[in-house]
RNA sequence: CCAGACGGUCGGACGGUCGCUCCCCUUAAGGGAGAGGAAAGUCCGGGCUCCAUGGAAACACGGCGCCGGGUAACGCCCGGCCGGUCGACCCCCGGGUCGGCUGAGGGAAAGCGCCACAGAGACGAUACCGCCCCGUUUCGGGGCAAGGGUGAAAAGGUGCGGUAAGAGCGCACCGCCGCGCCAGCAAUGGAGCGGGCAGGGCAAGCCCCGCCGGGAGCAAGACCGAAUAGGGACGGUGCGUCCUGCCGACGCUGCGGCUGAGGAAGGACAGGCGGGUUUCCGCGCCUUUAGCCAGCGCGCUAUGCGCCGUCCGGGUUGGUUGCUUGAGGCCGUGCGCGAGCGCGCGCCCCAGAGGAAUGGCCGUCCCUUCUCUUCGAAGGACAGAACCCGGCUUACAGACCGUCUGGCUUU
RNA sequence: GCGGGCGUAGCUCAGGGGUAGAGCAUCACCUUGCCAAGGUGAGGGUCGUGCGUUCGAAUCGCAUCGCCCGCU
């Protein structure tokens, strides 16, 4: 896998989990956020995460019927589950809130996106 | 062959790789299944579950409405009747036949209400322009409702006769009303006889008649139940009070006082009457008539608060279930014009998630658009199951099939 | 899942079968040295969309689109 270069071992992978319940997505609002062409990203140190991540998507009505949103969580969640395991930190909650060039942004550039909003959120919080 | 209308069917195909949900099997591996005709809107009808295990009637409210059939049921579907409209043909100008499309299509001799404007007159109404007769012909009296005009609608239509002019005044055809007859299960139709003809429209206005409907909805409902907090019972223990105090579903006195239709704080922290109303029958369950205060009587030796332990009840996050085998699909066959129904001991099992799976990438083919010489590029209609069925409605690129209509070509 | 409401002028709203209206805003004129206020007048409407009932629909019925709200 090349996207593994600037990030961690096959070995070393974090775990991704989902989260699920509304008040982490409500603790999230108020944490350092950065954006991207597809998405907003927002992540939070949280002890409830462990050693892997948690992981939310966001796709609200206004993107569109449910054909388009599912789309859109679908190509969402197959770049986190890419990307995560070899750049998010650990013991953290992330937030992915979609935007309307999800669905039709190229998937590599999604990869990217993805990848780049990671390392700069670990920047910030140093 | 092309175009249009209507109806029906389908609605991208195959493969590789990395993953997801469920099931089977398992040490691991592996195998199988995985969105729609509308899954949508939530407009109807049911199943299922709860509302206490109920029964009956009336009222209110809501819905439906030609006839017959289909169905678990329907406001759906099929067939028929009648009406409207379009086309073709027949034909004595009126009508008939066939075909397509279409109709929320009971009742206006139960009652109430509305019918603006225009117009002379608009609901049991009317004589403006007129027509005709008579008279002292600018006018008056009488007769008429055929013609003009208004309007959505003006008291049957057309023709001939008739008349001063007219009029169902008379006649023929059509329409209408009544009567029985015939055909049909019926809606209704047919011919006959009689009557010269009788005033409308709106019920998607109130309403009348007939029929149907108890309410809520899988977040229904059932079960298991952590931590913490809190409730109850019992036991132990410490402290306070017994000049007392406290309890009582004990009683009395006080036209006593204060508070009371609330405030503050905390909390998942148990609650109330019983289907929209009424009546009748029958039944279950809860509560004790606001509390505090003062005094008296009676009763009790305890009682209150805190801590510890055991048990019990409630039930939150959560988990399990309901949850997918069903008015099921396919094939064959019989009945029926059809919607559909029956049969086979025929074949099949076909999504069951829960921040919610069916996706990412790549290749070949099929379409569409662009460039148009190739190479090539972009894209794939409408749209995503959430308890399950039967319908309706709405959205939909394109392909195929059938019926009808029109055009062109050929014989 | 269940239920309710609203779409009318640029904005806020009346009108519930018979010619579409009010207030504010806009424009013009009067008034003033100028502006504001005031006065007079004018323009501005697919009544969300479609089909139907009716002689006639913003109004009645059905369907559809959009928006808002409540309960669980």
Redesign the pocket.
């Known amino acids: 896998m090349p996207e593994n270069q600037s990030g961690r071992s096959d070995s070393a992978k974090l775990k991704v989990a989902?989260?699920?319940?509304?008040r982490d997505?409500l603790a999230l609002r108020n944490s350092p956020k950065t954006g991207a062409p597809a998405f907003l990203m927002a992540a939070r140190r949280n002890p409830e995460a462990g050693d892997g991540v948690r992981v939310?998507?966001?796709v609200t009505k206004k993107l569109g019927?449910?054909?388009q949103r599912?789309?859109i969580?679908?190509?969402l969640?197959?770049a986190v589950?890419e990307v995560f395991p070899f750049h998010a930190e650990a013991g953290k909650d992330y937030?992915l809130i979609a935007r309307s060039a999800a669905h039709?942004r190229?998937?590599?550039a999604i990869l990217d996106d993805v990848k780049q909003a990671l390392l700069r959120l670990a920047k910030d919080h140093k």
């Open positions: 989902v989260l699920k319940k509304r997505f939310g998507l966001t019927g449910a054909v599912n789309r969580r679908r190509r969640r197959a589950r937030v039709s190229k998937y590599a």
